[in-house]
């Protein structure tokens, strides 16, 4: 059973920065892209970040670009996600998400974590 557990969330101020982890089982992930979305209160949830199990080819939204950084170790099955520099407006839940395709759409993603909730302080 293929499952995506999400941690590091929490409360920061703005400016500080967060580490987002995302642990992958269940399943071989080497043809996936690993993406990263997130949902604020009363908004539809959208793409953060992405990148290739694989390769590691990388691809953010132009909202986090420069802030936030996506990695992975293959050897533990993780996937990260760096913020730095956060703002009030990147206040969500984050959401860890594995596709076989080369999307950005929400619906082009086959698992999901359940997700983690980060807020910023203004």
């Known amino acids: 059973q293929v499952q995506l557990v999400e941690s590091g969330g929490g409360l920061v101020q703005a400016g500080d920065s967060l580490r987002l982890s995302c642990a992958a089982s269940?399943?071989?992930?080497?043809?996936?892209?690993m993406g990263w979305f997130r949902q604020a209160p009363g908004k539809e949830r959208v793409f953060v970040a992405r990148?290739?199990?694989?390769?590691?080819?990388?691809y953010y939204a132009d909202s986090v670009k420069g802030r936030f950084t996506i990695s992975k170790d293959n050897a533990k099955n993780m996937v990260y996600l760096q913020m730095y520099s956060l703002k009030p407006e990147d206040t969500a839940v984050y959401y860890c998400?594995?596709?076989?395709?080369?999307?950005?759409?929400?619906?082009?993603?086959?698992?999901w974590g359940q997700g983690t909730q980060v807020t910023v302080s203004s």
């Open positions: 269940g399943r071989t992930f080497s043809n996936y892209y």
């Open positions: 990148i290739w199990w694989s390769g590691g080819s990388t």
């Open positions: 998400a594995a596709a076989q395709r080369l999307t950005t759409r929400e619906t082009g993603y086959d698992y």
